[in-house]
Nanobody
Framework: QVQLEESGGGLVQAGGSLRLSCAAT??????????MGWFRQAPEKRREFVAG????????YYADSVKGRFTISRDNAENAVYLQMNSLQPEDTAVYYC?????????????????WGQGTQVFVSS
């Protein structure tokens, strides 16, 4: 069982940066066996994949729309995953969700993930 809680959202001007954090509470010391993902959902749009990091922290994968601007990382000692977002644009405005899946790298569909946080709002003004 994994519980996830996002933080770090807010209002930023276009071109600015934000760093999202996701704190995980996992039974035992199992956080390290979960691949983690960030998704986002804008009003009246489907939830979409943003970035993922494997249970082996070397593997990372991104949506084309954020490559070169966003960076995902994890700290297994802190049971946390991060999303550094640079050069933000109004189209990045959405609720951002953290998700976890056990021992499965490369997952990019919401239904592939087992656990979800409640989300954190990011608003980018033009």
């Amino acid at each position: 069982q994994v519980q996830l809680e996002e933080s770090g959202g807010g209002l930023v001007q276009a071109g600015g940066s934000l760093r999202l954090s996701c704190a995980a509470t996992a039974s035992g010391r199992t956080f390290k066996i979960y691949a983690m993902g960030w998704f986002r959902q804008a009003p009246e749009k489907r939830r979409e994949f943003v970035a993922g990091i494997g249970w082996d922290p070397v593997t990372t994968y991104y949506a084309d729309s954020v490559k070169g601007r966003f960076t995902i990382s994890r700290d297994n000692a802190e049971n946390a995953v991060y999303l550094q977002m640079n050069s933000l644009q109004p189209e990045d405005t959405a609720v951002y969700y953290c998700a976890a899946v056990r021992l499965r790298n490369g997952a990019k569909e919401p239904n592939e993930y087992d656990y979800w946080g409640q989300g954190t709002q990011v608003f980018v003004s033009s």
